[in-house]
């Protein structure tokens, strides 16, 4: 076998096993630390859907500094409203039977994301990075509790 045909037999190979092509698995890691502090998925760890939406529920009123303000829900997502010296950001909650994710719905300008890919800001301002985490964090506290007292 020729040096060019052995190159191309091992190549096909790599591809066909998926080592030349990114993962979707890869995704939280592409995140920057910032938006996988915010957006990153936060595992259920046994919790039930009942238990999710408690955790998530209890997180907007525990949230550090101002609580989030409850807009609705559909099957599996709950809508978060937090207002901030006149501005604004909406939150999507997803909750399934593996994890939770926040996803940036909408927000007043100074809390406006420049990128925006799936739900998961990319590219917010300042303020977005320096207070949307608490929320995060307080939804995994409350999980952690909510399965402690089962």
Known sequence: MNSSRTFFVFLALAISMGLCVPSAAL?????SRHTREIHGPIPL????????????LLGMY??????LTYEGETA???????????DTVVLDVR?????????YRDASEAFE????????????TGRYYNYMPNFTKSIRNQLARVVRTK
């Open 27 to 31: 995704a939280k890691e592409e995140m």
């Open 45 to 56: 760890n046994g919790a039930t859907l009942q238990q999710a939406r408690r955790a998530i």
């Open 62 to 67: 525990y949230n550090k500094g101002l609580k």
């Open 76 to 86: 599996n997502i709950v809508t978060a409203r937090w207002d901030y010296r006149g």
């Open 95 to 103: 909750y399934d039977d593996k994890q939770i994710q926040v996803l």
């Open 113 to 124: 994301c420049q990128k925006l890919d799936s739900g998961i800001c990319h590219d917010g």
